[in-house]
């Protein structure tokens, strides 16, 4: 699944940014945000997102799971949804060089990330399943069985996921 949605992000014009693959390997920078009330080191407390992409100024992070996992819409909640979290994730992304590996210099994401205005959450899953209004949703059935989703509420356009 997590290959599948690289390839088929890779396909619709995004830039890979960080994963967390399963079994832990892969060329991409593993982006760890650490929690903010914690100044332990290693990951007890923080957060990791399956697949980060860009495009067009759009940070999109993506979780992905065979079925439907109610603790991946909190993670990302919060995530998106506390500054203190967002400025973990960017420090994160500093730390990892992950954006400059990315080619993504001088667009606005920094500050977009701390305000959360370039932060779109997503949900990966192997069928469909309804994911709240702002989120993108990607249905991984297949290496070419993939389909979209995009919430009312949520700042993606209906066309992004379209081959470039």
Request: aromatic share 6%; net charge negative.
């Amino acid at each position: 699944m997590y290959m599948y949605a690289k390839w088929f992000l890779n396909r619709s014009g995004w830039t890979l940014v960080g994963g967390e693959p399963p079994g832990g390997t892969d060329a991409l920078p593993r982006i760890e945000a650490k929690h903010p009330d914690s100044s332990e080191k290693g990951s007890r407390g923080s957060k990791k997102v399956d697949l980060i992409a860009h495009r067009d100024g759009q940070l999109l992070l993506l979780e992905l799971k065979p079925t439907f996992d109610r603790s991946d819409v909190v993670k990302l909640d919060e995530l998106v949804g506390d500054r203190r979290w967002r400025l973990a994730f960017l420090d994160a992304c500093v730390e990892r060089n992950a954006l400059r590996r990315a080619g993504i210099v001088g667009d606005g994401v920094r500050e977009g990330i701390v305000s959360g205005n370039s932060l779109v959450k997503g949900i990966g899953l192997s069928e469909y399943h309804d994911v709240p209004e702002e989120y993108a949703l990607v249905v991984v059935r297949g290496e070419r069985d993939i389909s979209t989703h995009v919430g009312e509420t949520c700042s993606l356009p209906e066309d992004v996921f379209t081959e470039r």
